[in-house]
């Protein structure tokens, strides 16, 4: 019991910390490679939900497709990000 | 520097909060089922003949939402693939790639994911998995094969386009028939039990599930190989015919 | 002090979900270029999913996926009591594959606003794509 609890309240905080990185970021392929650590998060915290079909799905789409979709479009469009002259 | 601050400060608010939040409100924490999801569990072996609950309500409860939910998915991807068409057909050049340690230590995982993909697909009818995730893993296969062994390998053994575009339109054929048969007999569109048989030589098949299960994962898997094949086009080749 | 702890994590999470919500539309709306653009929806709407296999979650140990491990449904009883909810898990299940294909045709699109314009400033991108219109 203890260690379900234990793993939802780590890993929660880890992904905030991730999804944080991953905006404010102004190298888009550090960004991207932050959501990719997002996603694994939220995937060990659907597995400690019980949700084994979803964790399928979501560690093959979030990590693996989304990275490699978002690698292709950085390659052909800019990798940087200009800063806002705010 | 300022991110690090930012970042520490959202993260104290954010424990704070919630520890205060569950100090002061009279918060009680789920226990049981709803008496629906319970109704789901409990009669999911005899209305369709699946021990598997979710594979259950996505093809059999809910099976019209995901006929549908597929037909959404084909037309965002032809979308896609008509943004990119190019004239001439797809660009053809000699197979490249990373040196022949990266490829063969490629070769076996390519090998491992398809298998995968495969067992979880064909089992998606008794336990976790299906139709959606196969698909999506072996799409990550080919995603692997680009950048490992270029696009063209692909090409050369057959992969075209054209060949994953008419597998996705057999597929969402295939898909509207298995959901439409049941209408000649007088029944109900996406029907289970009542047409199609939940045995078959003592195996489990649980009726149209795993029918519907094949030709997703087929939908899926081309679909996002064709998405792959597309992106991964050379940007030189567009440049003329955007001046065009 | 078992229940004061889960309620804690209850809480928590719920509270992360709705910081996470909140940073990502925070990327849509002020980040100007259009892969953080892309990156931030992608973010919102996994935040949004697990928010929703979140309402089915039940605190009960050991919680199990929803699937009998026999065709005669031997389990029910422990099923009953210590499955995770399907229904959400069925609703999710379609979206997260539904959401890539369209997620990869926003990225087919902001592709070719670059090769129009050059660019993929959102605001330089409408401002060029508005000149070209007027002349």
Partial sequence: MIITILILLAFSLLSLVFVYMAITERDLLKATAFSAGQSICYAVILQAMGAADIVMTYVAVSVGLYSALLIFVISKTERFEEVSSR | MKRVIILISILAVTLLSSLVISFVAEITVPRSLRDLSKYYIANTIIDTASPESVAAIVWDYRGLDTVYETLVLYLAIVGGLAIFTIKGGFPRGEPMGLTELSRNATKIIVLLIATVSAAIAFHGHLTPGGGFPGGSALAVATMLIIPVYSVNILLEKGITSTKLVAIRGFALTGLGLVALLPVVKGLEIVTNQKFYPGFLNGVVISGSISLYNLLEFLAVASGFTAVALYLSIPEELYKGEVRD | ?135
């Fill in chain 3, 1 to 135: 002090m078992k229940f004061v702890i889960e309620e804690f994590t209850y809480v928590l999470i719920i509270c992360v979900l709705i910081i996470n919500a909140l940073i990502s539309i925070y990327g849509i709306v002020y980040r100007r270029s259009l892969t953080k653009k892309l990156l931030s929806l992608t973010v919102l709407s996994d935040t949004v999913f697990v928010a929703i296999i979140l309402a089915g979650f039940i605190f009960t140990y050991p919680i199990v996926p929803p699937v009998y491990s026999d065709i005669r449904g031997a389990d029910k009883d422990f099923l009953l009591n210590h499955a995770s909810d399907p229904l959400p898990q069925a609703l999710v299940l379609t979206g997260i594959v539904i959401g890539l294909a369209v997620n990869a045709l926003i990225a087919f699109g902001i592709i070719q606003v670059y090769r129009l314009t050059g660019t993929i400033d959102a605001r330089k991108a409408v401002k060029s794509l508005l000149e070209e219109g007027v002349e």
